[in-house]
């Protein structure tokens, strides 16, 4: 996934931040008032920081120093020793408490803009994992897009707020702190200058490899969230099967190998922070050698000496941790080149620039030598033709596999055909918005997932804003307001995850009113009834046949006896339509219809209608 994105390579993290950066820009924009007046506190901030060393330089300069040989030093100030103290205490105070606010207006700020920019991504992020088509949902892991949606995104709030922002800190102070350090004596200054040539070349290479394990630990966090997704989704099957054992392997493995890659990660991180930490010792026990010989030629007075070594120990802390901030950075930067992944991806099936809204259908589905292959020179239909009139019921038969779902996915526009064309009323599908071709379209499922909300928010869902009224109207029609009313709470009863406390004839009626809501024009129907049993199928099926009444409906069915009454049946198989026709037209060709048919009424007799499965 993200293929403009990975086929450019990022080295190094300040590529991948300026990715982002250039990415997040419009959401940054809008949080620039906020900004602004965080970075001017953070100026603020930074200025009395520079201040702070300045009134020990006074007390040992004219006060100590001269106490401790016995002589008197005029001061600047005109103030005697104890005023000129009590002045020096007095300022540390003020320093310190002017800053710490300003400290906190501006970190304060700054995290907020930061809060909020990335509650905007990841919100966009979610809205835009919804639009993308069906094909990427298919091709990627579900676990790992969660993943991306929180973990990720949280990962680059954390950091950005507990490292980055400190760091800019640091290097707004440093940069005041050397201009200063050359104001008082150049010589010492370029000294201790030196550490960062130095220090590029120790960290260049390391940072680069701390970042390529970071993405491949946060890629290897998503496989597990995958793993983990998709044995807790399908636990029963896992229980019935015995397969604890071998997932829990499948598991470990990917587990260790996140695990090799997070120690590599820290194991880089903590070799550049001892490097970096004996790197500082070496330069400030060089400053401190040369900087007494600078007081003991009089070119330095100790106060400023203390002042600039001062500055260089602060200087120097941060750097120290440079090699940890860049590690957690490396690692959010790995974050968030996989959100930008995500809202990079361009869907397959998308409002093309000149679409409109449709107008209200009446129900003329045409497919013109429509041809499709979910990938490429492997097509599943060939050549498609038909036209379902308004109002008729059109079966789609034939065996598993042979592309039926996937010829009643393109009216709906999961996918987009290679090849022709889908018309309703006259008009090629693509031309209409996707939101205003789908709500004209009901489609319920074999496996209809229902949401863990209550029942009367699971069929408003098939119209937004749907009153009680219709929802109870749509429940009836689908003879689900019987059982709904028994439910401990009626139509407010919350559901469990995909309505797993409920029948699966239960299920499939609160889908069927779902869908029944919506009184749309066009009706897909997708194996609704498989794997009910004899009371529900029948129950079921008398709501699919109030549902469908005057409406164009598309049925999926393997039970061949259940479309006997269409209007018209398409057999296919292989991809191809190969034979079209009523019941009686198909069964007069004596074809693969006739003989399936035949063959199917035979296994009925013995008591098992689904033993051969169209």
Do not use: C
């Amino acid at each position: 996934m993200g293929q403009r994105s990975k086929e450019k390579e990022l080295k190094g993290v300040i590529p991948g931040v300026m990715l982002i950066l250039r990415k997040f820009s419009p959401y940054i924009r809008e949080q620039r008032v906020l900004i602004a007046g965080s970075f001017v506190a953070l100026l603020v901030e930074t200025g009395l920081r520079l201040l702070e060393p300045w009134p020990l330089k006074y007390v040992f300069d004219h006060i100590l120093i001269p106490a401790h040989n016995n002589v008197k030093v005029p001061n600047s100030f005109g103030l005697n020793p104890i005023a000129l103290l009590t002045l020096s205490a007095i300022a540390i105070v003020a320093i310190t408490g002017i800053g710490s606010i300003a400290a906190y207006m501006s970190t304060y700020g700054m995290s907020l803009a930061v809060v909020r920019v990335l509650s905007e991504v990841r919100a966009n992020v979610f809205d835009r994992l919804q639009h993308l088509s069906l094909s990427f949902h298919q091709k990627s892991k579900g676990g790992d897009l969660i993943t991306r949606v929180t973990a990720d995104i949280e990962k680059m709030r954390t950091v950005t707020v507990k490292t980055a922002l400190p760091l800019v800190t640091n290097v707004i102070s440093l940069l005041g702190m050397l201009a200063i350090m050359f104001w008082l004596n150049w010589e010492l200054a370029l000294v201790a200058a030196a550490i960062f040539p130095i220090l590029s070349l120790l960290t260049s290479n390391m940072i680069s490899r701390i970042r390529k394990f970071a993405k491949k630990h946060r890629d290897s966090e998503g496989v597990l969230a995958a793993t983990t997704g998709e044995t807790i989704g399908a636990i029963k099957v896992v229980q019935v099967l015995s397969l604890q054992k071998m997932l829990q392997g499948v598991f470990s493995a990917q587990n260790q190998k996140s695990l090799d890659e997070a120690i590599e990660s820290l194991r880089l991180s903590a070799a550049l922070e001892r490097a970096v930490q004996i790197l500082m010792a070496i330069i400030i026990a060089v400053v401190l050698w040369r900087g007494s010989h600078v007081v003991l030629h009089k070119e330095l007075t100790p106060g400023e000496l203390l002042v600039f070594m001062t500055y260089l120990r602060n200087a120097l802390e941060p750097i120290r941790k440079v090699s940890t901030q860049i590690g957690q950075i490396a690692k959010a930067t790995a974050s968030g080149e996989r959100v930008v992944e995500v809202l990079d991806y361009e869907p397959n099936v998308r409002d093309l620039p000149r679409a409109q809204k449709a107008h209200p259908f009446f129900g003329t589905v045409r497919f013109e030598n429509v041809s499709f292959g979910y990938d490429a020179g492997r097509e599943i239909l060939k050549n498609i033709n038909f036209v379902a009139q308004p109002g008729q019921q059109v079966a789609v038969v034939g065996p598993s596999g042979s592309g039926k779902s996937t010829l009643l996915s393109l009216i709906i526009r999961l996918y987009d055909p290679d090849k022709g064309s889908i018309l309703i009323d006259g008009q090629d599908i693509r031309e209409y918005t996707l939101d205003s071709l789908r709500q004209q379209i009901s489609v319920v499922l074999q496996d209809s997932v229902l949401f863990a909300v209550s029942v009367r928010e699971n069929i408003a869902y098939g119209k937004l804003g749907a009153t009680d009224k219709e929802v109870e109207k749509a429940a009836r029609l689908a003879s689900a307001h019987e059982f709904i009313m028994e439910l401990p709470q009626g139509y407010d009863t919350v559901l469990s995850e995909r309505g797993g406390t409920l029948s699966g004839g239960q299920r499939q009626r609160i889908a069927l009113a779902r869908a029944a809501i919506r009184q749309a024009p066009i009706v897909i129907l997708d194996e609704p009834t498989t794997g009910l049993d004899n009371a529900s199928d029948r129950i079921v099926t008398a709501a699919l046949e109030k549902l469908t009444e005057g409406r164009t409906t598309f049925l999926i069915s393997h039970n061949l006896r259940a479309v006997e009454n269409a209007e018209m049946i398409l057999y296919v198989e292989s991809g191809s339509i190969l034979e079209q026709g009523t019941h009686k037209e198909l069964m007069g060709l004596g074809g693969h219809y006739a003989t399936l048919y035949r063959l199917q009424s035979i296994v009925d007799e013995t008591g098992d209608a689904y033993a051969v499965k169209a």
